[in-house]
Nanobody, 123 residues
Framework: QVQLVESGGGLVQPGGSLRLSCAASVNINSIYAMSWYRQGPENQRDRELVAAIFIASGISTNYAHSVKGRFTISRDNAENTVYLQMNSLKPEDTAVYYC?????????????WGQGTQVTVSS
């Protein structure tokens, strides 16, 4: 079982920056991948993958096209924490951001979610 706790959300003006943190309850080296998803104001929308980092590779990352060049995902092994640095924020980045972890137990891939943190980009 992996517990994830997000922090760092808030209200920011367009063009501003925020850094989200996701602290895991286990050594993140035991996790296959950690990701950030977001869900926009319309509740009917599915969660959108924003960024992912593949822990075993150390450097392999994926980004949604809409955030490439603006957002950076990184990790701190000592703190068992993954970060999402968000720069040049736009109103359309407004969403609840969720941390996700995927961990193998044998051949079975388990998935865990944090509680979400609200990011609002508005003047």
């Amino acid at each position: 079982q992996v517990q994830l706790v997000e922090s760092g959300g808030g209200l920011v003006q367009p063009g501003g920056s925020l850094r989200l943190s996701c602290a895991a309850s286990v050594n993140i080296n035991s996790i296959y991948a950690m990701s950030w998803y977001r869900q926009g104001p319309e509740n009917q929308r599915d969660r959108e993958l924003v960024a992912a980092i593949f822990i075993a590779s150390g450097i392999s990352t994926n980004y949604a096209h809409s955030v490439k060049g603006r957002f950076t995902i990184s990790r701190d092994n000592a703190e068992n924490t993954v970060y999402l640095q968000m720069n040049s924020l736009k109103p359309e980045d407004t969403a609840v951001y969720y941390c996700n972890a995927k961990q193998y137990a044998g051949r079975i891939l388990h998935e865990y979610w944090g509680q979400g943190t609200q990011v609002t980009v508005s003047s």
